[in-house]
């Protein structure tokens, strides 16, 4: 008999640790998600219940409480719990009906069956198994970063030419265009000067000591916040390793999201944010495995633009960013590689002539030949560009390889230039990225099975970080699983979807995440 549920994934844990098995199911929430996502509403059960029947839910602080006087939901009065629990099951129930004849009708379905549905037995045994991470390493880690902190502190009010709260943004754009008079300086609705990244970043690259350093001192204070301080307060105390909540619905483009803590933040191309990969250490008898995609969102590009040159480079194996070097720039060597690198990502995210310039350091009427000679060299890339923004003001959507739509409308037809812009660039990286994730899911929901057959179920697949997957693999028996896991993620698009281009995964272990990577 088909199940019923909403967040799902969250009851699949309970029934599990219980040793019952659930099936079959369906989630309303992952049908609200694969109808829906990037519409006005949340595909939470209160919202998608005000939005679809204009009911008001009771809400779970009104039985609860909030703050010092908040009791557990065991404490709650029969009669009150009964009443909630029961709204909850028959809200579910109506949602189905409403969403189960859309799924059919708006191709909801295959994207829902081939990619969502399957993931939820699989998040939730990656939430049970939890990751170790070294108590003792983050303390050491958060003590050298405060030292830091510290040190930056005294560097930035230097600088500064006096102390001021560094973390107040009112102050910091007081100091940086009053008292310091730099030029340039935009103010916001409210009144103050913007010191965003971008704001400092720019600055920062024109020579002001105190952007730089600020920009430094911000890192470090999120890094010992959010990864050095919480993950030591978030070690299970039964099972000794930290559980992460993954989410289904947490990026509109269909990407999996996770939080408390949220690992899919953690700054990898930085040292600082590489010390907090090599806190995630492997059990005892174990390594940790890392596979990645390697430039997935490239290789899709390659394939839904039908670019001639990138198809055969990745079949090739060549270097695309030399490639790309040698066809802008005429040469190849550090200097051009690097710049065709940011120019092959940021194409990809519908960048404007002047964040091309400001990512790149150049003028913006640089930045508007380089995007044009890309163009140029690259005729499928800009027909992609074209025919998606077409598709998406007259549909109102996007659509991945797979089917997963990501609506935009109304903001895609605003009449205000930078509302209507913000949607137009995130309209062309929808397909690419959305694809990505649809392909890593695949690979997800085929991995323990294919493990299982190939005698490897000690091998345990522990997290999901962007193109990533982490596994805990038993000792000696890393080639064997390497080999597994390459395979199923080499072949996730099969067989509903043939690509142009090849999917690489590069695979690495040792004892800890930064080893593995």
Request: hydrophobic residues 40%.
């Amino acid at each position: 008999m088909l199940k019923i549920g909403h967040n799902l994934k969250y009851d699949w844990v309970m029934f599990d640790k219980a040793g019952i098995d659930v099936a079959p199911y369906d989630d309303t929430m992952l049908m609200s998600f694969d109808l829906d996502a990037g519409r006005s509403f949340g595909h939470n059960l209160t919202d998608l219940a005000k939005s679809q029947f204009e009911h008001d839910c009771i809400s779970f602080k009104s039985l609860c409480g909030t703050g010092a006087k908040q009791i557990t939901f065991d404490k709650v009065p029969l009669k009150e719990a009964t009443e909630y629990a029961g709204e909850d099951a028959d809200i579910a129930l109506r949602l189905w009906q409403r969403f189960k004849p859309r799924m059919t009708t708006e191709h909801a379905e295959r994207v829902y069956k081939r990619v969502d549905q399957p993931l939820i037995p699989v998040i939730g045994r990656m939430e049970r198994r939890g990751v170790k991470v070294d108590r003792e390493y983050l303390a050491g880690l958060s003590k050298t970063f405060s030292e830091e902190i510290t040190k930056l502190e005294g560097n930035i009010y230097e600088a500064a030419q006096g102390p001021f709260t560094i973390g107040s943004p009112q102050q910091l754009g007081d100091v940086l265009y009053q008292r310091l008079g730099l030029k340039g300086g935009r103010k916001g609705k409210s009144g103050h000067y913007s010191t965003d990244v971008n704001e400092l970043e720019r600055l920062a690259s024109e020579g002001v000591d105190v952007a730089r350093l600020v920009l430094d001192w911000r890192q470090l204070t999120k890094l010992r916040s959010t990864y050095t301080d919480a993950l030591q307060a978030q070690i299970n105390p039964e099972t000794g390793r930290v559980h992460t909540s993954f989410s289904l619905t947490g990026a509109q483009t269909g990407r999996l999201s996770s939080n408390d803590p949220n690992l899919q933040n953690i700054p990898i191309r930085t040292e600082l944010g590489r010390k907090i990969r090599d806190a995630f250490v492997a059990e005892p008898g174990y390594v940790l495995m890392s596979a990645d995609y390697s430039q997935i969102e490239l290789r899709i590009a390659a394939h839904m633009a039908d670019v001639p040159q990138l198809k055969e480079a990745f079949k090739n194996r060549d270097d695309i960013h030399n490639i790309t070097a040698e066809e802008l720039f005429g040469t190849v060597d550090r200097d051009t590689r690097g710049k065709a690198k940011t120019v092959n990502f940021a194409i990809l995210y519908g960048v404007s002539a002047w964040g091309l310039a400001s990512r790149m350091g150049v003028s913006r009427e640089e930045g508007s030949a380089i995007i044009a000679r890309y163009f140029e060299r690259f005729p499928g890339i800009r027909a992609y560009m074209d025919d998606t923004l077409n598709f998406v003001r007259q549909n109102g959507y996007t659509k991945t390889l797979f089917g997963r739509k990501t609506h935009f409308y109304p903001n895609i037809r605003s009449p205000n230039p930078s509302i209507r812009g913000g949607a137009e660039r995130a309209a062309i990286n929808a397909p690419i990225q959305g694809t990505s994730a649809d392909l890593i899911k695949r690979a997800m929901a085929r991995m323990d099975g294919a493990l299982a057959e190939a005698g490897l179920d000690g091998v345990r697949m522990l997290l999901q970080v962007h193109d990533e997957l982490v596994f805990e693999v038993p000792d000696g028996r890393e080639e064997e699983a390497a080999a597994v896991v390459r395979r199923v993620m080499e072949t996730a698009a099969e067989p509903a979807l043939k690509l142009d281009v090849p999917l690489d995964v590069e695979i690495g272990w040792g004892e800890h995440w930064g080893a593995a990577h």
